[in-house]
């Protein structure tokens, strides 16, 4: 029996190896800081992020949930956007396969769930179930299941259509350039041509969006939770 790998299993490997060598060198950074002197570098970029995710988990989770969620919701961050960003350079997006984007949601539906129970009781939680009739559990225990589906679907959908879009492209460019120029043999200098521009919407904007997106959809719905 052959075990075939997914090829999105080596690119994560890969995030996971690269975000492990940035961390351990921003934090030696930031262990040689002088109180006195202002951090440049590595050192400069961990504490704007950190202080960036401490106050966005803050407004939309409640202080008293920062210390908790923060570093969870940095580390999504930064994975999804080197992970959705992985595609320029070539490499098979990890967030284009729906085992890794469904995995990510359930972490996230976990601590929405995590949330509203721990600040309504699990008796209010159930009780909240059955709300505003009993005979309105099924659609109530639907819309807690929604939010699963619909984060790991639309961050999904929208990478994967990203790749496949970007494949078409370069495949029609590529016989468009063997019609026109056909001096030119399989170089396709149409794809190249016009490639950056399409990268910059389907890989970065996009790409950076949908992180955005998702952990704001994290966060903001645990707060509703808490609230």
Not at 102 to 108: H, P, R, V
Not at 140 to 162: H, T
Not at 167 to 185: D, K
Request: proline share 5%; net charge neutral; charged share 10%.
């Amino acid at each position: 029996m052959v075990i075939k790998v997914q090829p999105e299993v080596y690119t994560i490997l890969i995030i996971a190896v690269l975000l492990c060598v940035l961390m351990i060198c921003m934090g030696n950074q930031i262990k040689k800081l002088d109180p006195a002197e202002k951090p440049a570098g590595l050192a400069n970029l961990g504490i704007i992020v950190v202080t960036w995710m401490d106050d966005f988990t803050s407004q939309n989770m409640g202080a008293q949930f920062k210390k908790h969620f923060a570093p969870y919701i940095g580390s999504l961050m930064l994975y999804m956007s080197v992970a959705n960003l992985s595609g320029l350079f070539g490499l098979p997006a990890p967030t284009a396969n729906y085992s890794v984007t469904l995995t990510l949601a359930f972490i996230s539906w976990c601590i929405i769930m995590g949330v509203n129970i721990h600040a309504n009781t699990l008796k209010g939680y159930l009780k909240g179930l059955l709300e505003p009739f009993f005979v309105m559990l099924p659609v109530n225990v639907f819309g807690e299941i929604a939010p699963l589906l619909s984060m790991s679907l639309r961050l999904f959908g929208n990478i994967l259509v990203g790749g496949i879009l970007m494949t078409l492209v370069y495949t029609f460019t590529g016989w468009l350039t063997s019609i026109l120029l056909p001096f030119l043999g399989e170089f396709n200098i149409i794809g190249i041509a016009i490639a950056p521009i399409l990268h910059a919407y389907f890989d970065v904007f996009a790409g950076l969006i949908q992180m955005f997106i998702f952990i704001s959809l994290t966060t903001i719905l645990a707060g509703n939770k808490a609230a």
